[in-house]
């Protein structure tokens, strides 16, 4: 496995598994069936409701914890000081570990008409500094971020954050935040790679399945971590879980990379942290 190295040397691999929706026996399953593809990387979040599911499966794996690296995120009503230094430790119970990989911050709004967001945002940091300090957390970060919201954590926090996990896949590529975090030396991590299966039927794509001979699925892989992005794909499948951690053994030509950056926006989930779902 190929690993980014943030800015406080932690070693983060290129491709976790993305464990959103699923809940209970069968989010146990799916990971189990997750860690026998070979996935050592589990991106998880207190919303997303399976942290209890991964924690059985690891446990029961028998493999080492630190074999196996953990991303959490803090949901929006748990932000704030007191709130953060409580949350942690509800993750940490329900994962049956005690730390975390990597602890990001999910959304950077609680509330979309919240006038004290930056407040709030600062705060929250603020004890996420402290648990990185007493090594609860390994890393830390941020999620869905925006370089406007960045810009304030810069500005006003002792640490930058190490990542900022976005939705990226191609037609959906969030150049501004992507530059922004490459400049300052933030590793940009991808959620929904394929865009959730919407972009594995553009046109752009399934022409460059064809030339390379691979799945649409890892066209859209591959361009992320040729980027230097990290990739958090979600499946149910066995076979398509270990196809998409099979994507070291082929590469896209630069010219294709680029046809792929300015492809139309296509797939894009409808979230954005500024504003009320968009159906889409
Ligand atoms: P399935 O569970 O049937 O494999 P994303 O991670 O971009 O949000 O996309 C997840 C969706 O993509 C899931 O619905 C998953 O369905 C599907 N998927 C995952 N891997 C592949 C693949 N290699 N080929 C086609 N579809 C895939």
């Known amino acids: 496995m190929e690993y980014s190295v943030l800015y406080n040397g932690v070693k983060v ?9 699923p809940e209970g026996r069968e989010s146990v399953d799916v990971n189990r069936m997750a860690l026998e593809a070979g996935y050592r990387y589990f991106d998880t979040a207190s919303y997303y409701g399976t942290e209890p599911a991964i924690g059985e499966a690891i446990a029961a794996s028998g493999i080492a914890r630190e074999e196996i690296f953990i991303t959490s995120k ?20 329900r ?92 590793l940009v991590q991808a959620w929904s790679p394929m865009g959730r299966r919407r972009v594995l039927e553009e046109p752009l794509v399934v022409e460059l399945s064809e030339k390379y001979g691979v799945s649409a699925a890892k066209i859209c892989l ?18 398509r879980m270990k196809q998409n951690l099979d994507l070291f053994d082929f590469e896209i030509s630069n010219e294709d990379m680029y046809r792929i950056s300015s492809m139309p926006q296509a797939g894009w989930s409808g979230l954005h942290p500024d504003r009320e779902r968009v159906q889409v």
């Open 222 to 239: 591959r361009y992320a971590i040729q980027r230097g992005i990290t990739v958090l794909p979600k499946s149910s499948s066995m076979e």
């Open 74 to 93: 803090i949901d929006k009503p748990e932000m704030g000081y007191d709130n953060t230094k409580k949350a942690i430790q509800g993750t940490l119970k």
């Open 95 to 186: 994962l049956q570990t005690d730390y975390l990989d990597l602890y990001l911050i999910h959304w950077p709004k609680d509330q979309i008409d919240n006038p004290d967001w930056k407040q709030l945002d600062i705060d929250t940091w603020r004890a996420m500094e402290e648990l990185y300090g007493d090594g609860v957390v390994k890393a830390i970060g941020v999620s869905n971020f925006l370089p406007h919201h960045l810009e304030n954590m810069i500005q006003n926090c002792r640490m930058k954050p190490m990542v900022d996990q976005i939705e990226f896949h191609p037609g959906y590529t969030q150049e501004a935040t992507v530059q922004y975090c490459k400049e300052r030396g933030i």
């Open 13 to 21: 691999p290129m491709i976790g598994f993305g464990t959103w929706k």
